[in-house]
């Protein structure tokens, strides 16, 4: 196996406030590996975000295991979190404005960050600056402030300013959410070459199904938990030809857990109870007993 730079383990997030308890993630498992590029979808409520802020330092899971290029997020102290933040992690949001100082230009985005890390200096930094602009292919608009790029653009020059200190890991929240489909490929085909060229191990949390299509992986969450992962591959068939290959898999938590997928549930009308049984290949889950289901004690109708 080889090493991982996403780890989380029976992650759980839980909110209290006065009298309610929100169980945000219930038991999260997600590994990435390095190098790898993921995009992590789900129904709105399902705990992208909360994944997002604790992989990015933001917040601290109340229970489970979950390291981020080899810093524990549960044990970090105050001055660990803002190395890590600084040097380990790059972050892509989906608000355009979050991404980039409005009175300064791409160029100068990129330069404030390598100069607040103590990054390359004079003639070198220039140089820093034109590679990250040139492989996000915007090196012509260097010169340029926000407010005269396109949402697009805008994004490929957060992106170079997420990776200007070489961090081992890129999250991104929604990076395509306010852009038209088109300038949405061009800003994944950027965050691919990124991870590409760079290696830099990529997670894009998203609504988008265009997104899911353009990575290798798409990992679903559901009730804060992972449920399914779709795996993209090529194969060749007899006469040599590739073709694209996408299969499902349920996850399967350390302890045995998974979710079924609704539609299967449904289709069978399964619920509160099913029958396992182990054949010598497989395990199938029948529908339980047609009698409801009694607890001992309750009272009979
Ligand atoms: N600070 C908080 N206090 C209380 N509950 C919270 C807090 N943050 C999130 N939650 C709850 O945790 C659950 C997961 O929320 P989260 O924002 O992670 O979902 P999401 O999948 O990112 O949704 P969306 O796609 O709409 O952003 C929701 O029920 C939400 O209401």
Same mark, same amino acid.
């Given at each position: 196996?080889?090493?991982? *730079? ?24 997600? %590994? ?52 890590? !933040?600084? $040097? $380990?992690?790059?972050? #892509?949001? !989906? ?14 985005? &990129?330069?404030?960050?390598?100069? &607040? ?12 600056? *034109? ?11 260097? *010169? ?8 697009? +653009?805008? +994004? ?48 894009? @949390? ?9 990575? %290798? ?14 795996? %993209? ?11 694209? #290959?996408?299969?499902?898999?349920? @996850? ?6 998974? +979710? ?13 109870? #099913? ?9 199938? @889950?029948?529908?339980? $007993? ?12």
């Amino acid at each position: 196996m080889t090493s991982a *730079d996403i780890d989380c383990v029976d992650l759980v997030r839980i909110f209290r406030s006065k009298d309610v308890e929100v169980q945000a993630l219930q038991g999260l498992t997600l %590994r990435v590996e390095a190098g790898d590029m993921v995009a992590v979808v789900g129904a709105s409520g399902s705990g992208k975000s909360t994944l997002l802020n604790v992989l990015s330092g933001l917040d601290r899971p109340s229970a489970g295991r979950a390291m981020v290029a080899g810093h524990d997020m549960l044990a970090m102290s105050r001055a660990e979190r803002v190395t890590f !933040q600084r $040097s $380990s992690v790059g972050f #892509v949001w !989906q608000q355009t404005s979050r991404n980039l100082l409005p009175y300064l230009s791409a160029g100068e985005n &990129i330069a404030a960050v390598l100069a &607040i890390a103590k990054g390359p200096r004079g003639t070198a930094r220039e140089k820093r600056v *034109d590679e990250l602009l040139d492989l996000v292919q915007i090196g012509d608009l260097r *010169d340029r402030r926000p407010s005269e790029l396109s949402g697009g +653009q805008q +994004q490929r020059v957060a992106i170079a300013v997420a990776i200007a200190n070489d961090p081992t890991v890129l999250l991104a929240d929604e990076p395509t959410g306010e852009l038209d489909e088109a300038t949405s490929e061009e800003v994944l085909g950027a965050m691919r070459r990124v991870n590409e060229e760079r290696g830099v191990t990529t997670l894009i @949390v998203t609504h988008d199904p265009t997104v899911a299509t353009q990575v %290798r992986r798409t990992v679903q969450i559901r009730d804060g938990r992972t449920s399914t992962e779709v795996v %993209r591959s090529t194969r060749r068939d007899e006469l040599g030809d590739e073709y694209a #290959v996408a299969e499902e898999f349920a @996850v399967l938590d350390r302890v045995g857990r998974m +979710q079924l997928p609704a539609a299967f549930t449904e289709a069978l009308g399964l619920r509160d109870r #099913v029958r396992l049984t182990l054949e010598p290949d497989q395990v199938s @889950v029948k529908p339980g $007993s047609d009698a409801p289901v009694t607890t001992e004690g309750q009272d009979q109708p």
